[in-house]
Protein backbone atom coordinates (compact mmCIF):
# COMPACT_ATOMS: atom_id res chain seq x y z
CA UNK A 1 0.00 0.00 0.00
CA UNK A 2 1.49 3.13 -1.30
CA UNK A 3 1.78 5.91 2.32
CA UNK A 4 1.26 9.14 0.50
CA UNK A 5 0.06 9.49 -2.84
CA UNK A 6 -0.33 12.15 -5.51
CA UNK A 7 -2.09 12.20 -8.93
CA UNK A 8 -1.42 13.17 -11.61
CA UNK A 9 2.61 11.76 -11.79
CA UNK A 10 3.20 13.98 -14.97
CA UNK A 11 1.48 17.44 -16.00
CA UNK A 12 1.71 19.13 -19.24
CA UNK A 13 -0.17 22.36 -20.10
CA UNK A 14 0.00 25.52 -21.48
CA UNK A 15 0.14 29.08 -19.73
CA UNK A 16 -2.93 30.70 -18.56
CA UNK A 17 -4.42 26.95 -17.98
CA UNK A 18 -5.83 26.17 -14.24
CA UNK A 19 -5.07 22.92 -13.07
CA UNK A 20 -5.19 20.39 -9.89
CA UNK A 21 -3.10 17.62 -7.91
CA UNK A 22 -4.31 15.53 -5.63
CA UNK A 23 -2.31 14.22 -2.36
CA UNK A 24 -3.78 11.35 -0.42
CA UNK A 25 -2.14 9.95 2.59
CA UNK A 26 -2.93 6.70 4.61
CA UNK A 27 -0.76 6.80 7.65
CA UNK A 28 -3.50 8.53 9.79
CA UNK A 29 -1.36 11.64 10.16
CA UNK A 30 -2.79 15.02 11.11
CA UNK A 31 -0.34 17.12 9.48
CA UNK A 32 0.25 16.86 5.34
CA UNK A 33 2.41 19.60 3.71
CA UNK A 34 2.84 20.62 -0.14
CA UNK A 35 6.82 21.71 -1.34
CA UNK A 36 8.09 22.90 -5.03
CA UNK A 37 10.81 21.43 -5.89
CA UNK A 38 12.58 23.61 -8.95
CA UNK A 39 15.18 22.53 -11.25
CA UNK A 40 18.09 23.29 -9.16
CA UNK A 41 16.82 20.80 -6.10
CA UNK A 42 15.71 23.00 -3.88
CA UNK A 43 12.78 22.45 -2.06
CA UNK A 44 10.52 25.10 -0.90
CA UNK A 45 7.66 24.50 1.32
CA UNK A 46 4.47 26.24 0.50
CA UNK A 47 1.53 25.18 2.68
CA UNK A 48 0.99 22.93 5.37
CA UNK A 49 -2.31 21.78 7.32
CA UNK A 50 -2.74 20.63 10.64
CA UNK A 51 -6.26 18.76 10.96
CA UNK A 52 -7.84 20.29 7.65
CA UNK A 53 -6.37 23.94 9.29
CA UNK A 54 -4.19 25.73 7.24
CA UNK A 55 -0.85 26.07 9.23
CA UNK A 56 1.82 27.61 7.10
CA UNK A 57 1.60 29.58 3.69
CA UNK A 58 5.10 30.62 3.24
CA UNK A 59 4.96 33.62 0.47
CA UNK A 60 2.95 31.64 -2.15
CA UNK A 61 1.36 33.50 -5.00
CA UNK A 62 -2.27 33.30 -4.67
CA UNK A 63 -2.85 31.70 -7.87
CA UNK A 64 -2.15 28.80 -5.42
CA UNK A 65 -4.94 27.33 -3.34
CA UNK A 66 -4.72 24.24 -1.37
CA UNK A 67 -7.72 22.50 0.33
CA UNK A 68 -8.01 19.72 2.49
CA UNK A 69 -11.72 18.12 2.55
CA UNK A 70 -10.27 15.90 5.21
CA UNK A 71 -7.15 14.96 7.45
CA UNK A 72 -6.25 12.21 4.81
CA UNK A 73 -6.61 14.69 1.50
CA UNK A 74 -4.79 18.28 0.33
CA UNK A 75 -5.09 19.02 -3.13
CA UNK A 76 -3.56 22.12 -4.93
CA UNK A 77 -5.37 23.81 -7.37
CA UNK A 78 -3.26 26.21 -9.74
CA UNK A 79 -4.84 29.04 -11.50
CA UNK A 80 -3.36 31.05 -14.91
CA UNK A 81 -0.44 29.00 -14.69
CA UNK A 82 2.70 30.47 -15.79
CA UNK A 83 6.22 29.26 -16.96
CA UNK A 84 8.13 29.81 -13.64
CA UNK A 85 5.59 26.91 -12.28
CA UNK A 86 6.95 24.15 -14.02
CA UNK A 87 8.40 22.06 -11.06
CA UNK A 88 8.18 19.27 -9.22
CA UNK A 89 5.70 19.15 -6.35
CA UNK A 90 5.83 17.19 -3.64
CA UNK A 91 3.33 16.45 -1.05
CA UNK A 92 4.03 15.12 2.48
CA UNK A 93 2.39 14.15 5.75
CA UNK A 94 3.53 13.67 9.37
CA UNK A 95 2.09 13.22 12.60
CA UNK A 96 1.62 16.33 15.08
CA UNK A 97 4.24 15.05 17.91
CA UNK A 98 5.75 17.26 21.47
CA UNK A 99 9.47 16.14 19.96
CA UNK A 100 9.98 15.86 16.24
CA UNK A 101 7.80 15.18 13.31
CA UNK A 102 8.95 12.96 10.92
CA UNK A 103 7.54 13.73 7.27
CA UNK A 104 6.76 11.05 4.67
CA UNK A 105 7.00 11.81 1.14
CA UNK A 106 4.68 11.41 -2.12
CA UNK A 107 5.97 10.51 -5.50
CA UNK A 108 5.83 13.83 -7.10
CA UNK A 109 4.26 15.68 -9.89
CA UNK A 110 6.14 16.87 -12.54
CA UNK A 111 4.42 20.04 -13.92
CA UNK A 112 5.95 21.30 -17.32
CA UNK A 113 3.87 24.21 -17.97
CA UNK A 114 4.52 25.02 -22.03
CA UNK B 1 17.91 32.26 11.95
CA UNK B 2 17.74 28.33 11.90
CA UNK B 3 19.96 26.74 9.03
CA UNK B 4 21.18 23.74 7.05
CA UNK B 5 25.07 23.93 5.18
CA UNK B 6 25.46 20.88 2.67
CA UNK B 7 28.84 22.32 1.62
CA UNK B 8 29.39 19.60 -0.93
CA UNK B 9 27.15 20.13 -3.97
CA UNK B 10 28.28 17.36 -5.89
CA UNK B 11 30.40 14.55 -5.10
CA UNK B 12 31.84 11.65 -6.99
CA UNK B 13 33.08 8.57 -5.50
CA UNK B 14 33.81 4.91 -6.62
CA UNK B 15 32.36 2.14 -6.16
CA UNK B 16 33.32 0.14 -2.96
CA UNK B 17 34.78 3.42 -1.35
CA UNK B 18 33.73 4.61 1.51
CA UNK B 19 31.34 7.98 1.93
CA UNK B 20 30.80 10.96 3.78
CA UNK B 21 28.31 13.71 3.38
CA UNK B 22 28.53 16.76 4.99
CA UNK B 23 25.65 18.91 7.00
CA UNK B 24 25.96 21.70 9.86
CA UNK B 25 23.15 22.97 11.04
CA UNK B 26 22.51 26.13 13.02
CA UNK B 27 19.14 25.84 15.38
CA UNK B 28 19.02 27.48 19.31
CA UNK B 29 17.19 24.47 20.62
CA UNK B 30 17.76 20.68 20.61
CA UNK B 31 17.54 19.60 17.14
CA UNK B 32 15.70 17.19 15.30
CA UNK B 33 17.97 16.04 12.57
CA UNK B 34 17.07 14.39 9.36
CA UNK B 35 18.77 12.49 6.19
CA UNK B 36 16.55 11.75 2.88
CA UNK B 37 17.74 10.77 -0.18
CA UNK B 38 16.21 11.22 -3.52
CA UNK B 39 16.71 8.95 -6.62
CA UNK B 40 16.85 10.45 -9.83
CA UNK B 41 12.73 10.60 -11.11
CA UNK B 42 11.94 9.59 -7.25
CA UNK B 43 10.61 10.98 -4.26
CA UNK B 44 12.10 11.61 -1.04
CA UNK B 45 12.98 8.43 1.31
CA UNK B 46 14.27 8.80 4.73
CA UNK B 47 17.48 7.42 5.64
CA UNK B 48 18.01 7.98 9.00
CA UNK B 49 16.71 10.49 11.48
CA UNK B 50 18.38 12.24 14.99
CA UNK B 51 15.88 12.88 17.60
CA UNK B 52 18.04 12.01 21.17
CA UNK B 53 19.82 9.30 22.84
CA UNK B 54 22.79 7.68 20.99
CA UNK B 55 24.65 9.80 18.61
CA UNK B 56 25.64 7.19 16.32
CA UNK B 57 22.14 6.41 14.57
CA UNK B 58 21.86 3.64 12.05
CA UNK B 59 19.29 4.33 8.79
CA UNK B 60 18.50 1.78 6.04
CA UNK B 61 20.74 1.02 3.20
CA UNK B 62 23.75 0.50 5.33
CA UNK B 63 24.00 4.23 6.17
CA UNK B 64 24.49 6.21 9.69
CA UNK B 65 25.21 9.45 10.58
CA UNK B 66 26.70 10.96 13.80
CA UNK B 67 25.63 13.89 15.83
CA UNK B 68 27.98 16.33 17.37
CA UNK B 69 26.45 18.80 19.10
CA UNK B 70 29.66 20.28 19.66
CA UNK B 71 30.66 21.19 15.95
CA UNK B 72 27.31 21.62 14.91
CA UNK B 73 26.95 18.49 12.45
CA UNK B 74 25.51 15.39 11.22
CA UNK B 75 27.17 14.11 8.65
CA UNK B 76 26.31 10.66 7.06
CA UNK B 77 28.44 8.12 6.20
CA UNK B 78 28.61 4.52 4.13
CA UNK B 79 31.96 2.56 4.90
CA UNK B 80 31.17 1.05 1.03
CA UNK B 81 29.06 2.89 -1.91
CA UNK B 82 27.37 0.60 -4.35
CA UNK B 83 26.51 2.19 -7.95
CA UNK B 84 22.50 2.45 -6.58
CA UNK B 85 23.43 4.74 -3.67
CA UNK B 86 23.61 7.69 -6.58
CA UNK B 87 21.08 10.16 -5.71
CA UNK B 88 20.60 13.49 -4.27
CA UNK B 89 20.97 13.60 -0.45
CA UNK B 90 19.28 16.48 1.48
CA UNK B 91 19.86 17.09 5.27
CA UNK B 92 17.22 18.66 7.74
CA UNK B 93 16.81 19.80 10.62
CA UNK B 94 12.64 20.54 12.07
CA UNK B 95 12.31 23.94 13.35
CA UNK B 96 9.60 23.20 16.73
CA UNK B 97 8.88 26.66 16.80
CA UNK B 98 5.42 28.54 15.98
CA UNK B 99 5.83 26.80 12.29
CA UNK B 100 6.56 23.62 13.07
CA UNK B 101 8.57 22.41 10.00
CA UNK B 102 11.68 21.21 7.87
CA UNK B 103 14.69 23.76 7.58
CA UNK B 104 16.64 21.96 4.52
CA UNK B 105 19.83 22.06 3.32
CA UNK B 106 20.36 22.56 -0.56
CA UNK B 107 21.44 18.75 -1.38
CA UNK B 108 24.39 16.94 -2.16
CA UNK B 109 24.44 15.06 -5.55
CA UNK B 110 26.14 11.79 -5.39
CA UNK B 111 27.86 10.37 -8.84
CA UNK B 112 29.32 6.96 -7.96
CA UNK B 113 31.76 5.41 -10.77
CA UNK B 114 31.93 1.94 -11.74
Known amino acids: DTAVSQTPKYLVTQMGNDKSIKCEQN?????MYWYKQDSKKFLKIMFS???????INETVPNRFSPKSPDKAHLNLHINSLELGDSAVYFC?????????????FGPGTRLLVL | AQSVTQPDIHITVSEGASLELRCNYS??????LFWYVQSPGQGLQLLLK????DTLVQGIKGFEAEFKRSQSSFNLRKPSVHWSDAAEYFC????????????WGLGTSLAVNP
Open chain 1, 92 to 104: ASSQTERSGETQY
Open chain 1, 27 to 31: LGHDT
Open chain 1, 49 to 55: YNNKELI
Open chain 2, 27 to 32: YGATPY
Open chain 2, 50 to 53: YFSG
Open chain 2, 92 to 103: AVFNAGNNRKLI
